[in-house]
């Protein structure tokens, strides 16, 4: 019988290795295999302890969990959170609060529910890669590059199944590389920096599913192929950083569904300055490519008409005959007679702005309307600026100057911040009255007007960071106001008005004179914020 076996056996002594029986009788060891064979055998040096086993971590089932983990992993690892929820450039101040939508957040996408890709490269990230990332289960991708980490990426299932590179491949589209399917179509490619060079085929039009389409940090080249206008249900779209060239097609102002968009990095004529992550924003940059030929030949038949038109004062034209005539416009030709035979632009200069601005913002998605355009001017001059600096050289196209955003002809927004914008905000202000968003934070307005209470569609008004001393009881006027920023002013009072303000939801009020206890800052919060108004109104300060 062997000697693995007697030491299994009856319990008799194990020989020694020369065959001698040992003089001293030695315990019995325990009737596990391994544990025998070390009491058996003598080593050269002792053996090292063993490595204590990584602790068990419970993999996220819930796109809450995966929340939650993003933002410790980001924390541990030196990130900012600022960064990290993507709102230095909006005003954003530590202790408000991050945005709900987790797929808003710096470098995270969102499939099917749960996190399935994380882009934190270059972010200055510092320490050693936290054990906790692995709880992401259904991550498929992920980039730590170009930070100060150390450690290992925890192994995961998915991570070390869709970074292995396999020896034959697979007839399964969903194991191939950068491809997400979802209920048999294809709805994610992600093939970004993989050095792919060439043009982008006309042919990834066909993959009408595709919602994710990924392929920045490449060597493509060539013009962006027409036929993804045809992907209606595409939410993200980056190419940004490649060698792609002419224009943006005209036919991606289809993506009506479009929620990410970065184009940057290219040699694109069109090409936004910036990405846009939210499909507000898209969809504004989609508006400006839908900005065809004939509407710039509308625009510039009404400046030249303006300019050479010479009909008799007692000359009169019918709307039916304008709209007649409209049909033989076609050249650049019959534009600069100076004496063109079609009436309509004659028309149009003959008769008030309100024709012209509906027949231009019917035809123009970013046209802006006489009015708002003549109080933009008024307001920016009035507060120190000079007016070429506002238009940055777009002449009286409105959507293109600075912070403005038009909507159906109307201006809808504008930020204005940290701009050096000093006085009084003047009472032209109140003829924006299609404004909803109204950022003039961080400058040196010593003053509101009364006529702010026109501004009844005002959604946002960020007024903090400036010298504002009080505010005008018209402000109580705008009903649809749901956040009203504060902070960082020598208010001593607030008008007893704001208890109007029934949609209130955020109000800041630190650092500021008041001569009575407000609270510091409420953010949304709408029970807190009316009993706070409520309790205002009561003392009845002003």
């Known amino acids: 019988m062997s000697t693995f076996a007697n030491s299994q056996g009856s319990g008799a002594p194990a020989p020694s290795p020369t065959g001698a029986a040992s003089d001293q009788e030695k315990p019995v060891p325990p009737p596990v295999p391994w544990v025998a064979l070390t009491s058996m055998f003598k080593t ?6 063993a490595e204590p086993s990584p ?20 924390l541990t690892m030196g990130g900012k959170m600022d960064v990290l929820w993507r709102q230095h450039d ?17 470098g995270v996408t969102v499939l099917g529910g749960r996190v399935t890709a994380l882009r934190w490269a270059e972010q200055g990230l510092t320490g050693t890669i936290p054990a906790e990332i692995g709880a992401l289960s259904a991550l498929t991708f992920l980039n730590l590059s170009s930070n100060k980490l150390s450690g290992a990426i925890p192994p995961t299932k998915e991570l070390s199944e869709e970074c292995l590179v396999r020896d034959e491949p697979s007839d399964e589209v969903s194991e191939w590389w950068g491809v997400v399917v979802e209920e048999g179509r294809v709805t994610g490619l992600e093939w970004l920096e993989e050095g792919l060079p060439g043009t982008i085929p006309a042919e990834i039009g066909a993959l009408s599913a595709l919602t994710h389409l990924n392929l920045n940090n490449n060597k493509l080249n060539g013009a962006i192929p027409s036929t993804i206008g045809a992907l209606s249900s595409l939410t993200h779209l980056d190419l940004s950083n490649n060698y792609l060239s002419d224009v943006v097609p005209y036919s991606l102002s289809n993506l009506l569904n479009l929620q990410y968009l970065d184009l940057r990095g290219n040699n694109l004529s069109n090409g936004p300055n910036s990405n846009h992550n939210t499909k507000q924003g898209c969809q504004y940059y989609l508006n400006f490519i839908k900005r065809i030929p004939t509407i710039r030949l509308l625009n510039y038949g009404i400046t030249i008409t ?6 008799p004062s007692t000359t009169t034209t019918t709307i039916t005959d304008a709209f007649r005539a409209i049909t033989t416009v076609t050249t650049y030709g019959a534009l600069t007679d100076p004496k063109p035979k079609a009436p309509f632009f004659a028309f149009l200069t003959d008769h008030e702005h309100g024709l012209t601005d509906l027949i231009m913002s019917f035809l123009d998605p970013c046209y802006c309307c006489n009015k708002d355009r003549i109080a933009l001017l008024k307001c920016w001059k009035s507060l120190g600026r000079a007016e070429d600096e506002l238009r940055q050289g ?5 959507a293109r100057w600075k912070g403005v955003m038009v909507e159906d002809g109307r201006v809808v927004r504008v930020i204005w911040s940290s701009m050096g914008l000093k006085d009084n905000l003047p009472s032209e202000i109140g003829e924006l009255d299609g404004l909803r968003i109204l950022f003039l934070f961080n400058n040196e307005i010593s003053s509101i007007p009364s006529e702010i209470g026109k501004l009844t569609s005002l959604t946002e008004l960020e007024l903090w960071g ?10 109580g006027n705008l009903h649809s106001l749901t956040n009203l920023y504060l902070h960082y002013n020598r208010l001593s009072v607030l008008p007893s008005s704001l208890a109007n303000l029934t949609n209130l939801s955020t109000i800041t009020l630190r650092n500021n004179n008041f001569t009575i206890d407000v609270p ?11 009993i706070f108004l409520a309790w205002l109104k009561s003392t009845d300060q002003n």
């Open 44 to 49: 050269t040096s002792p053996l090292k302890p």
């Open 306 to 311: 303006k300019k050479r038109q010479e009909l």
């Open 394 to 398: 777009y002449g009286n196209d409105v």
């Open 520 to 530: 510091l800052n409420i953010y949304k919060d709408k029970v807190k914020v009316q």
């Open 90 to 106: 909006d005003g954003w101040e530590m202790g408000d609060e991050p945005p709900d939508d987790v797929s808003e957040w710096l």
């Open 55 to 74: 602790p068990l971590i419970a993999v996220n089932t819930t796109l809450e969990q995966d929340k939650e983990t993003l933002l410790r992993c980001w």
């Open 466 to 475: 400036n010298h504002l001393a009080n505010l005008p009881r018209e402000v």
